[in-house]
């Protein structure tokens, strides 16, 4: 079949596409009408893939966008998770997570585990998800987090501060436990929570169990109030493993470090039993409806 385009009507098409500020299929558009020249492709694929060219393009920007939005900058995948070297792990658990039902739920999930045993990598990979689905994210540290919100608070913007933060869909806080709050930091992570609270989706990831959040945010009171709320609707993921990036190494590890890296159990505090106590190996401890 041989297409034999007028000059002028290609002329309009290529003055609508640069209105339409479709660049991609702009580009696209000679090589397209080439492809049907020579009989490669009809009318009608020929339309669709100047469509997908230029939908591939802008979707692809806009990810890229909200990654950096979202503060995502080492970008993990699930695919890119062995779960064979993790076996505690629930494999299909993790990938029903990606359906993003958790965040439509504004749930909590605390992924809790050795250092090395993949929580930051499953935290960023289903924060990944959310932003490809179009859900607003942020990613970053504890430490990070209260840092901000103590500099807010100096600078008499803590409301905006702590609204910025409340605004995102999911908020992936990384990395409980492995310094101590600050003092007064607890305070503001506190109404962070307060103010997410049934609103809005978390991810928690922690190398120390629920019972030591006293000694992590320095006041045990205030390490209750926030696991009662940060427990309730809530999914917790025990990673029994050892570390991914001491794979292979063990052998040169001298003992101590070792079985240091095997995590503790992780107790509850019996004040916050009657909610419920998450099931070993997750599950939600307050079903819906
Ligand atoms: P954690 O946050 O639990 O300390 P990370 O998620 O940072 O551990 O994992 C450490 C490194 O090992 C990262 O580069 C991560 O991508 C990788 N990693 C951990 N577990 C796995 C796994 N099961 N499959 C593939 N890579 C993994
Ligand atoms: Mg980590």
Known sequence: MTIHTNPSLLDSIKKSLVALKMARALEVLDATLRRIEQGEIDAIEALDQLLLEEVTLRETRRIKAALMLARLTAIKTLAGFDFAFQPSL????ILALAELKFIERAEVLHLLGPPGTGKSHLACALAVEAVKAGRSVYFSTLADIVASLVKAEREGQLRERIRFLARAALLVVDEIGYLPVTPGGGNLFFQLVNARYERGAMILTSNRGFAEWGEIFGDPVLAT????????????????????????????????????????????????RRRGRPPKHGGVDHPHG
């Open 90 to 93: 629930d494999k299909s658990r």
């Open 225 to 272: 109030a926030l696991l009662d709320q940060l427990l309730h609707h809530a999914v917790v993921f025990q990673i029994e493993g050892s570390s991914y990036r001491l794979r292979g190494h063990a052998d040169l590890l001298p003992e101590h470090i070792r079985t240091k890296a095997n995590i503790r159990p992780v107790p509850i505090p019996p004040t916050l």
